[in-house]
Each structure stands twice: as C-alpha cells, then as structure tokens.
C-alpha cells in the first residue's frame, strides 16, 4: 500500500493481559521501526528490522516485548503482561532508505 | 549519542505571521534531520529533511529550514501562518553515513495560530 497501516486503532487491556499490535509497512520498504509516544510528547525508539531481521533493538525492554517482521504478513509488536506504564501511543514507521520514515497513525494502548 | 532541544513547548502566532519554531541538535556525527507535524490523534508526517545537500530545505505546505553547522541549528519556517498550521511539530535528528537509522526526537513544540 502508500501508506503505513497500523492496526488497532485504540487497544484496551487489562493490567496483566497481553497486546499485540500490527504493521503493514509501505509496499517496497524494507525497514520497520518502532516507536513509542508517551506523555503526549516524548518519542522512545524501541526496535528496527531490515525485511525480516532485526536490525535494531537498543530500544526495546528486556522484559515483556518482542517483535516480529515474517514475510508476507504484517509485522507486529507484543507486550506479554501488559503493566500500567505500557500505556502510550506506538507508532509504527517504514522505509526504503533507513533514513527517510513514514510513519502510520499508530495504536493507543490504554492499560487498565 | 545524539540529541534534540526544542526551545518553546508553545508557541503562538497570528494568521498571517510569520512561524518560527527552533530546534537545536547534537551529534557525534554528521547528523540528518527531519521536520514532522502532528494533528490531533494522527501520526507523524514528514514536512522536510536535510541530509546533507542543500542547507536551505524546502519542504511542503511552504515551510522550510536552514542548517546550520556552526550553529547546530535547523529552525523551520513558515512566512504566513495558516489556521491550518495549527498541530504538534516535532525535530528530529539521525546519524548519517552509518548504520544507525534510528531517529532521536525533540519533545515537540504546539503551534497555535490566532485568526
């Protein structure tokens, strides 16, 4: 597609559960990234990937996350036990170049 | 390891002003950065980017920024505000030539535009 496209568009879990969350990058973008929006404003990088390997993941927390980009399916961001402090907005964003991202409208996950 | 400093989490103009929104970086390296804005409940999207061609960077909507090395500076401008510039801007910065693409992001600056 011409657009990065994130699904769901709102996530609600309960403290404990797990999320998971979607990315369709841009057709022909090889890199994925993943951020995290918390506090309205600040932005953490989490993880990149490079097709279907990892190529990044300074961000990411020891504990809980893992990622996955496999071919032919969207890429997706899990959080096993979901904690209060999950709650944020994750974008995720797609390139060609490494450089350059587009960014989707990301999923706000509300932890309860 | 690289930073972004936004001066102004707030910054408020009249329509038909010109917009100025500041951004200063550090980087060890040679940076890239980037302009994004943020409407309300959407993503980011891409205004400009400077990766290290023309210092002057023309992006859309007729905004702009210059780099500036010495300064460590790459401020956005607009001429004339519209009331549609109203959204979250966002600098960013990454290092260039490298393997890294990770973008590091300044904690924004809501721009506000008065009729």
């Known amino acids: 597609g011409e657009e990065v496209a994130q699904t769901p568009k709102h996530l609600v879990r309960g403290e404990g559960q797990k999320a998971k969350l979607y990315c369709a990058p841009i057709?022909?973008?090889?890199?994925v990234f993943w951020y995290q929006q918390v506090l309205k404003n600040e932005f953490k990088f989490l993880i990149s990937?490079?097709?279907?390997?990892?190529?990044?993941e300074t961000g990411m927390p020891k504990e809980r996350f893992s990622a996955k980009c496999l071919p032919n399916s969207p890429c997706s961001l899990e959080i096993q036990a979901t904690k209060l402090e999950d709650s944020a907005v994750y974008f995720c964003a797609s390139s060609q170049s490494g450089y350059i991202q587009y960014f989707g409208a990301g999923t706000r996950l509300s932890v309860l | 390891a690289q930073s972004v400093t936004q001066l102004g989490s707030h910054v408020s103009v009249s329509e038909g002003a010109l917009v100025l929104l500041r951004c200063n970086y550090s980087?060890?390296?040679?940076?890239?950065l980037f302009w994004y804005v943020q409407y309300p409940n959407q993503g980011l999207q891409l205004l400009l980017k400077y990766t290290s061609a023309a210092t002057l960077v023309k992006g859309i909507n007729d905004f702009e920024a210059e780099f500036k090395k010495s300064e460590t500076s790459f401020h956005l401008t607009k001429p004339s505000a519209h009331m549609s510039d109203a959204a979250e801007y966002f600098c960013?910065?990454?290092?260039?030539?490298?393997?890294?693409?990770?973008?590091?992001f300044g904690k924004g600056t809501l721009l506000t535009v008065n009729p």
């Open positions: 990937f490079q097709n279907e390997n990892v190529f990044d």
């Open positions: 980087s060890s390296v040679p940076p890239y």
């Open positions: 057709k022909g973008h090889s890199y």
């Open positions: 960013a910065v990454s290092e260039s030539g490298g393997s890294n693409y990770k973008l590091t």
